[in-house]
């Protein structure tokens, strides 16, 4: 039998090649991921835990209560995608759900106040929020639900718009001719009940997260008197259970500069990125007195080094012009991400790419679970 000549693995070079998806002027190539079995002759590339674990990286390059970005390198787009999905469908937040309205004499009508109330992000005690407070069980058919302190806030709203006696004989600004001619979110009251005074006191008291959000104009003898119950939810619900005020990805842009781009030459292609894409450095002795090298002779002159791919937005504004055509390759990395999430305040906004995780875990625990009772 003839022995299978086996060949050579591919180098880190090939390996880098074959991760970027090459952007043109006019089209976009090797968009599909080539990292499976089969696809390259006498190449495994079977899953492997240990070289998953070497290849993963996570690094954040802004953390803020409010707002993340982060990298999470070495995972296919399907895993992603999955994380922004749960991140904004899945990860559980409290938003009010029933309206029980009183007297409602604005100009704003009952379902549409309801519905803006209802959108309104509320903040509390993390501990209360996202492990004392529990979802409210749907009822049977016929059967009352039951409110009790681990699965119902309770709010209100009670507002009356009056003259102001104060107010000078000229003013025109409805703000100071009147008492509550504006109605915000800072008016809605949280009323503790049961063990929600122990989770939800001081600064961990229930309350809308930015309390300026406006919800209604009144004047003179209109007025607003309602009460709120608050339940736990998802967004896959609604988009008010939704964490996130946004949730996305993008992949890391590449830019090859693949021959000397100089003088008047290299200021304009610094002027086809964004700010702090490229910039200019002068040729030094040594790379001009290198005999063969692409800048011989050229010292002293302006030359276009990449500095930072993650600000470039990839408008391919540099092969628009004919002189960069043969001198620069863009890309994206394939397995790079470049995440961005806006928290609407419930979270810490790297808690809910964390809580993203965990759930992850428990979806494919539950999977994995049905594959094997599928199987006996």
Same mark, same amino acid.
């Given at each position: 039998m003839l022995?299978?000549?086996?060949?050579? +693995?591919?180098?880190?070079?090939?390996?880098?090649?074959?991760?970027?998806?090459?952007?043109?002027?006019?089209?976009?190539?090797?968009?599909?991921?080539?990292?499976? +079995?089969?696809?390259?002759?006498?190449?495994? *590339?079977?899953?492997?835990?240990?070289?998953?674990?070497?290849?993963?990286?996570?690094?954040?390059?802004?953390?803020?209560?409010?707002? @993340?970005?982060?990298?999470?390198? #070495?995972? $296919?787009?399907s895993i992603a995608n999955a994380f922004r999905r749960i991140m904004i469908a899945d990860v559980p937040t409290v938003a009010i759900e029933t309206v029980l309205m009183e007297n409602n004499t604005s100009v704003i009508q009952d379902e549409v106040l309801a519905h803006r109330l209802g959108l309104i992000p509320f903040r509390g005690g993390k501990e209360g929020? *996202?492990?004392?407070?529990?979802?409210?069980?749907?009822?049977?058919?016929?059967? $009352?639900?039951?409110?009790?302190?681990?699965?119902? %806030?309770?709010?209100?709203?009670?507002?009356?718009?009056?003259?102001?006696?104060?107010?000078? !004989?000229?003013?025109? $600004?409805?703000? !100071?001719?009147?008492?509550?001619?504006?109605?915000?979110?800072?008016?809605?009251?949280?009323?503790?009940?049961?063990?929600?005074?122990?989770?939800?006191?001081?600064e961990d008291a229930i309350a809308?997260?930015?309390?300026?959000?406006?919800?209604?104009?009144?004047? +003179?003898?209109?007025? %607003?008197?309602?009460?709120?119950?608050?339940?736990?939810? @998802?967004?896959?619900?609604?988009?008010?259970?939704?964490? @996130?005020?946004?949730?996305s990805y993008r992949l890391l842009p590449t830019i090859k500069i693949k021959a000397p781009i100089l003088g008047k030459e290299a200021e304009k292609f610094a002027r086809c990125f964004p700010e702090g894409v490229i910039g200019l450095e002068k040729v030094t002795r040594k790379e001009a007195a290198q005999k063969g090298s692409e800048y011989e002779g050229h010292e002293g002159e302006l030359k276009a080094v990449v500095k930072d791919t993650m600000r470039d937005t990839v408008s391919r504004e540099c092969l628009r012009?004919?002189?960069?055509?043969?001198?620069?390759?863009? #890309?994206?990395?394939?397995?790079?991400?470049?995440?961005? %999430?806006?928290?609407?305040?419930?979270?810490?906004?790297?808690?809910i790419f964390l809580e993203s995780v965990a759930l992850f875990k428990e979806k494919a625990r539950k999977l994995e679970q049905q594959v094997v009772n599928m199987v006996r």
């Open positions: 022995a299978l000549r086996m060949k050579k +693995p591919p180098t880190e070079e090939e390996l880098e090649r074959r991760k970027i998806v090459g952007i043109n002027a006019e089209t976009v190539t090797h968009v599909t991921s080539t990292d499976f +079995p089969g696809h390259y002759p006498q190449e495994e *590339h079977f899953w492997d835990i240990n070289i998953f674990r070497d290849n993963l990286k996570v690094e954040f390059h802004k953390n803020d209560p409010l707002e @993340v970005s982060f990298s999470l390198v #070495g995972v $296919d787009a929020l *996202h492990k004392f407070m529990n979802f409210l069980k749907k009822p049977a058919d016929g059967e $009352d639900p039951q409110y009790v302190d681990y699965n119902t %806030i309770q709010l209100s709203l009670n507002v009356d718009c009056t003259h102001n006696e104060d107010a000078a !004989k000229d003013e025109e $600004d409805p703000s !100071k001719l009147y008492h509550h001619a504006n109605v915000y979110a800072s008016d809605i009251e949280f009323h503790p009940v049961g063990r929600q005074t122990k989770y939800f006191a001081g809308p997260v930015n309390p300026e959000i406006l919800i209604a104009k009144l004047r +003179p003898g209109q007025s %607003i008197h309602c009460s709120m119950l608050m339940h736990k939810g @998802v967004g896959s619900d609604h988009a008010k259970f939704s964490p @996130v005020a946004t949730a012009h004919d002189e960069f055509n043969k001198k620069v390759e863009l #890309g994206r990395r394939r397995d790079h991400f470049i995440y961005s %999430i806006e928290s609407a305040g419930q979270w810490n906004s790297d808690a």
